[in-house]
């Protein structure tokens, strides 16, 4: 993380599916300050149970947009429900969040996903998160009548958030990427889609030009990370984008957005570490900063909500 940090760990990896739901109330005054309501449910995907947090708004879910949230490397959908603060975007905005957690080989710690070639648990055990993400769509839109998804992540969760944009962009309106890096083999979309990538410079759990993490986690397994600059090259040309790029720089911060047939846009932070930009810290002693700019899950949600 560090290679722990490249998992999120302090910075902050035909079948059959049945359903089944635990709801539980609300609480009183929610930690993230958020109005909403907060449900818990299970899906059954290949013989394993499978979790998420639901996060809606007031008001009728039906046909409101859904961002799904891909944790951190070594967290779960919880934490970073609060380390995002992407809930109170959500009441402003009126979409539902769906938080789900990775897996693990101790029951709800140390969870990741199966990005290709990270990370940990999930890599070492080819765990099928496409299908799982795929049956938590079915799910969420089965019970609360929802509309458009879109996918986000962070870190190993980023990586898996490129995984599912490859492998099931029929199904997703478009997705955005915080501090993780493209790294699979092959990425053949069935069709062009919005991409949104956000990375800082200072990152060194996946560094902005690629490599490995500057330090080493046993557990994590080991891998190189690709560079920023392959995931934009991959997705310009995938989507069609010609001409030159709009740049515009706001203090730390560049925007640099693509003329694309479907929209690519990178957000640069300039010395910017491994964190949510605008969001909390994953725990107290993170090695590296949290990026105070931008706010990452508003840009996010500025962001889909323009594909709609």
Not at 76 to 101: I, K, M
Not at 135 to 153: C, E, Q
Request: net charge negative; charged share 20%.
């Amino acid at each position: 993380m560090r290679r722990g940090v490249a998992l999120g760990l302090v910075g902050v990896l035909v079948l059959a599916v049945g359903a089944c739901g635990r709801d539980r109330a609300p609480d009183p005054t929610p930690s993230n300050g958020a109005a909403g309501r907060v449900a818990e449910y299970t899906v059954t995907v290949d013989g394993r149970d499978r979790h998420y947090r639901a996060y809606t708004p007031a008001g009728d879910t039906a046909g409101r947009p859904v961002v799904v949230f891909l944790h951190g490397g070594g967290g779960t959908g919880e934490l970073f429900e609060r380390v995002s603060h992407l809930d109170r975007v959500a009441d402003e905005g009126g979409f539902v969040v769906v938080y789900p957690d990775g897996s693990g080989r101790l029951g709800d710690k140390l969870l990741t996903w199966n990005a290709g070639d990270c990370c940990a648990y999930a890599k070492d055990r080819n765990i099928d998160d496409v299908a799982f993400v795929g049956a938590l769509i079915d799910d969420v839109t089965a019970r609360l009548g929802t509309g458009a998804v879109f996918v986000t992540g962070f870190s190993n969760g980023a990586m898996m958030t490129y995984r599912l944009g490859c492998e099931l962009a029929d199904r997703i309106a478009a997705i955005a990427v915080v501090s993780g890096a493209m790294n699979l083999d092959t990425c053949r979309p069935e069709r062009k889609l919005p991409v949104l990538i956000m990375h800082g410079t200072a990152d060194t759990a996946v560094p902005y030009d690629g490599g490995p993490s500057s330090d080493e986690f046993p557990t994590a397994g080991t891998w190189t990370n690709r560079s920023v600059r392959y995931a934009v090259d991959f997705w310009t040309a995938h989507n069609a984008c010609a001409g030159p790029p709009v740049e515009t720089k706001d203090q730390e911060v560049t925007r640099t957005a693509y003329t694309c047939e479907k929209a690519v846009i990178l957000y640069t932070i300039e010395g910017g570490g491994h964190g949510w930009p605008g969001g909390a810290k994953a725990r107290p002693n993170a090695v590296e900063p949290t990026p105070p700019r931008p706010d990452a899950s508003r840009v996010v949600w500025d962001f889909f909500k323009a594909q709609l």
